[in-house]
């Protein structure tokens, strides 16, 4: 079975351009989650889909980002225009229920440097 | 607001057990105890949970305190491959998010 995918695996932008950030969760994974860890600092929970809906996007830091995930499959994350501080490391996971003894599958992660 | 405290390091020599403290004082009745861990440059991976019982699996052993103040999860025998940041996260049955803290850098030695 697949796990997590994600898709670049490494990104190097300009400030205030725009990046794509692509998650592929585990096939009948209906909750999907966004993760990221910034420079020195904790891993941190963006936002969370079941199927096609965001259920919470309370850890997304500003409306310079945008999450999708049209059809209730992959995902995308958007990021525009991109600052320097948005540098970090960007996680996806998927779980297939949503309650906590649901334990959530981690892609390898997508690093963003913003130069 | 923390919920778990962990050392911030620890070594241990290879083949030997390797035991990771977690205190979680403030845990309740309905709080799962999870483990997971991020090897560098890969993404947390889940190793276990468990509510009160103490539980295994094929990574690891999870020991949970009669009070559920602590735990403890146990690599039986570690290897360089399990050098890596281990997160203890304290999370309830309704709650989906993961709130990682700081973890406790592993480093397993020859």
């Known amino acids: 079975e697949a796990g997590v995918t994600q898709f670049p695996s490494h990104s190097v932008i300009e400030k205030g351009q725009t990046v794509t950030l692509r998650c592929d969760p585990i096939?009948?994974?209906?909750?999907l989650y966004w993760y990221r860890r910034v420079m020195g600092k904790e891993i941190k929970f963006l936002l969370h889909f079941v199927k096609e809906s965001k259920q919470d996007e309370s850890g997304m830091p500003n409306n310079r980002f945008l999450a999708e995930r049209t059809g209730g499959t992959y995902s995308t994350l958007k990021v525009q225009p991109a600052e320097l501080e948005d540098s970090g490391v960007y996680f996806c996971?998927?779980?297939?229920?949503?309650?906590?003894?649901?334990?959530?599958?981690f892609g390898p992660g997508t690093r963003l440097t913003v130069l | 607001d923390a919920k778990t405290t962990q050392p911030t390091s620890m070594d241990c020599a290879e083949g030997r057990a390797a035991n990771l403290p977690c205190n979680h004082s403030?845990?309740?009745?309905?709080?799962?105890v999870y483990w997971y861990r991020q090897i560098h440059s890969q993404g947390p991976q889940y190793i276990i949970h468990?509510?009160?019982n103490n539980e295994t699996n094929e990574m690891a052993s999870l020991i949970i305190t009669e009070d559920r103040k602590s735990s403890t999860l146990i690599l039986p025998h570690a290897t360089l491959r399990d050098t890596a940041v281990y997160y203890c996260?304290?999370?309830?049955?309704?709650?989906?998010?993961?709130?990682f803290g700081a973890g406790t850098t592993v480093t397993v030695r020859a």
């Open positions: 403030t845990i309740s009745g309905n709080e799962y």
């Open positions: 996971a998927s779980s297939l229920g949503l309650a906590g003894f649901y334990e959530q599958f």
């Open positions: 996260i304290v999370r309830s049955s309704n709650d989906y998010k993961l709130s």
């Open positions: 468990g509510l009160k």
């Open positions: 096939s009948g994974h209906d909750n």
